[in-house]
């Protein structure tokens, strides 16, 4: 006969919430998931309205694990950020992106931005600057085709902190954008204080754009105070033809989204390049 713990044992797991049980399994999974290297990197193509060129990628992260297949950023990354293993794979993430940018230099395609994304639990890091500056020596790119994607929110957490931390990556050379545009707090006081260069608009607001005045006007705003503040502004998540004029009539001057193309691997990625694919 079973012992009353071991008992006690199977009635609490029996009944353990199966969603916390999931997420155990995927905490678990995870923490093993850099040694196994299961992570891997897609870049996105990011491209000039003015020329209709490629002129950057972002890099977007995934994991693909043997039992799971391909994990969804938005499942793991927010396990990541709690746990702290966000800081790990971030700096895989920074320094694979910067392998695979001086690759592409190296191939003629010498003017292409990387972008990479920065969580909050990374950019709260003491030795942050520290961490880039090595990750750039060890791989030799040069910090102006480095680009940095941050929050509204975590830029606004503590700005005194953010700014002094901006103002060195960006007087290394490092260019910096704030990503998903309009969706954290606002943070239109602060923005003009910020080293930075480029407004995401997110792609919450592209998704309607044609169909919802609201959304059109949330974007001819924001690209309106891009360009009166000297900002660049790219808009994400363009998927029709429809949402490609409208942000080119607006004088919108970069869009990444499925319109163009789909995260691809380095290798296709490379193919595109070379086609020379233009919109
Ligand atoms: P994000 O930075 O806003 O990235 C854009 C997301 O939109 C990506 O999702 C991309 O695949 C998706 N996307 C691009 N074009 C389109 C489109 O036309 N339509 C639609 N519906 N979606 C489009 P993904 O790759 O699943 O990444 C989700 C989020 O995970 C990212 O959002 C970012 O916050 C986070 N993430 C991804 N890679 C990294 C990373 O290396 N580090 C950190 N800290 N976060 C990352
Ligand atoms: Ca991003
Ligand atoms: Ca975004
Ligand atoms: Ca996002």
Not at 27 to 46: G, K
Not at 104 to 133: C, D, H, M, P, Y
Not at 262 to 273: E, G, V
Request: proline share 3%; hydrophobic share 40%; with cysteine.
């Amino acid at each position: 006969a079973q012992k009353q713990g071991l008992n006690n044992y199977h009635f609490y797991s029996a009944n353990l919430n199966s969603s916390l049980q999931e997420r155990l399994a995927l905490e678990n999974e995870l923490y093993h998931a850099l040694d196994r290297d299961e992570f891997l990197l897609h870049y996105q193509p990011q491209v000039s309205l003015h020329s209709g060129r490629i002129i950057g990628v972002e890099t977007l992260l995934r994991w693909q694990n043997p039992a799971r297949g391909l994990v969804s950023p938005a499942k793991f990354i927010p396990i990541a950020e709690e746990t702290g293993l966000i800081v790990p794979i971030g700096e895989w993430v920074l320094r694979t992106a910067c392998t695979q940018s001086l690759a592409w230099q190296a191939q003629g395609f010498s003017a292409l931005k990387i972008a990479v994304n920065l969580s909050a639990r990374q950019f709260k890091q003491q030795n942050l600057v520290e961490t880039v500056t090595q990750v750039l020596n060890a791989t030799g790119l040069d910090p102006h085709y480095l680009e940095l994607e941050l929050t509204e929110s975590l830029m606004i957490d503590n700005i005194q902190q953010s700014i002094n931390i901006m103002r060195q990556l960006h007087n290394m050379g490092i260019v910096l954008s704030v990503d998903d545009f309009g969706t954290g707090y606002s943070s239109l006081n602060y923005l003009k204080r910020f080293p930075i260069h480029t407004l995401k608009i997110d792609q919450s607001f592209v998704h309607d754009l044609v169909v919802d005045s609201d959304d059109a006007a949330i974007v001819d705003a924001i690209i309106s105070l891009a360009h009166s503040l000297n900002l660049n502004v790219i808009a994400e998540g363009v998927e029709s033809q429809e949402q490609l004029n409208y942000l080119q009539n607006k004088g919108c001057d970069e869009i990444q989204g499925y319109y163009f193309s789909r995260p691809l691997p380095a290798n296709t990625l490379t193919q595109l390049l070379e086609e020379g694919k233009t919109l």
